[in-house]
């Protein structure tokens, strides 16, 4: 049985890492090892792993607060597994995910495998009316052979609809040759400054092809401290010091130094493409700019001052062609009707029209007895994507 390595990086966040390392310690993969890299935290992080008393489970602590790429690097460094995953400290891996992904791996003879995805929304997010919900994508249960550069390109296109078939670290199985294989060219794997999307496309300028499995084989946790989801709600608190983690702040986390996900995740393809100018795509900036837009006005409608970077986008905006300038004012123009018309229904109980268009099933922790992300991790396993 091949040896599979789940690292869970986390920092300060003791009370949500309980859930993540019971996920991990109750697959029903038997030849794991469990490592927690704990950044410099100032809380009771090393007394909840230690309460476990597992021999698979391994506590390592860094000497001095990281960025978060350095620390998932620093991590890796640990690792000793065949295969490789992530796990971040808010999600919640179902108990057959390891299991099922190592048996399509070996079906298909792959060796990187990416799979779907459920969220559950806990009690403290921003949204009172999306609290204790839990998102589940309706999936085939079936497995496809994806074209690693035709996903690249999308990505490289600023296709959103990409980023959850893509090998990002957290939703991934990838074979220790293709990390050892990428750290050769870049001299490390996890590039500044988002480092799953880095990841998925170094990986992908790796491997001819990458499985991807159509089951939701883990729960993506949405909390006020995820730095992702606040990034992307209103540029929180948790964005804020994850910006504040890099020696030379946003300047080097985020394209135009506007700290939305599409600039934070464009100025980290950047980063790839340096090392790859042969290979990679490039990144279109039309698509780009369109992007940020949307997610500046959808932050500005939930609360967040972004006047100074409205300014930063116009002046660079302003110096583009014609047919990009159109564009961006359009999706401006459009965004902002989509997002007003997204926080009226997310404030209801309208949220079949929520299920219609993104193609998801919605639960109420209320309806299916769950009030936690383990609890829902049940209705997941019940349900699934049907």
Excluded at 10 to 15: D, F, G, S
Excluded at 113 to 121: E, L, T
Excluded at 208 to 215: F, S
Excluded at 252 to 273: D, M, N, Q, Y
Aim: with cysteine; hydrophobic share 40%.
């Amino acid at each position: 049985m091949k040896k599979v390595s789940i690292v869970i990086p986390t920092r300060n966040r003791a009370h949500l890492l309980d859930y993540a390392l019971r996920s991990a310690l109750n697959q029903t993969y038997r030849n794991l090892e469990i490592i927690v890299c704990d950044n410099d935290s100032s809380d009771n992080t090393k007394e909840v792993v230690e309460s476990y008393g597992n021999n698979n489970l391994i506590y390592i602590r860094t000497d001095k607060a990281l960025s978060m790429p350095d620390n998932w690097d620093f991590a890796l460094l640990k690792a000793t597994g065949e295969y490789i995953t992530y796990l971040t400290d808010d999600s919640y891996l179902l108990p057959n995910t390891i299991t099922t992904v190592m048996n399509e791996l070996d079906k298909y003879n792959a060796d990187v495998a990416v799979w779907k995805h459920s969220a559950y929304f806990a009690h403290d997010w921003l949204e009172p009316a999306r609290r204790n919900l839990l998102y589940i994508p309706k999936v085939t249960f079936k497995s496809y052979l994806m074209n690693s550069k035709l996903s690249l390109q999308r990505l490289f296109d600023n296709d959103e609809s990409v980023s959850t078939i893509i090998p990002k670290t957290l939703n991934s199985l990838c074979h220790r040759s293709i990390v050892e294989n990428t750290v050769r060219v870049q001299n490390r794997f996890f590039l500044p400054s988002c480092p799953d999307y880095s990841s998925a496309a170094s990986v992908m300028l790796h491997v001819p092809k990458y499985l991807l499995i159509d089951q939701a084989l883990y729960i993506d946790g949405v909390t006020s401290s995820s730095i992702g989801a606040t990034k992307s709600f209103n540029i929180g608190e948790s964005a804020q010091k994850f910006i504040q983690e890099f020696d030379e702040g946003i300047s080097e986390v985020a394209f135009l130094k506007i700290p939305v996900s599409p600039a934070v995740i464009g100025k980290s393809l950047e980063r790839v493409t340096s090392y790859y100018l042969d290979t990679c795509p490039e990144i279109n900036i039309k698509n780009l700019l369109c992007s940020i837009s949307d997610r500046l006005v959808k932050v500005e409608v939930n609360g967040a001052d972004v006047k100074a970077y409205w300014k930063l986008l116009n002046d660079y905006i302003a110096i583009q062609p014609r047919e990009t300038r159109f564009a961006t004012a359009k999706q401006k123009w459009l965004s902002r009707l989509k997002w007003m018309m997204v926080k009226k229904i997310r404030s209801s109980s309208s949220l079949e029209w929520i299920e219609k268009v993104r193609s998801l099933h919605i639960l109420k922790g209320s309806d299916y007895n769950f009030t936690n992300i383990e609890e829902s991790a049940r209705v997941v396993a019940l349900r699934g994507g049907k």
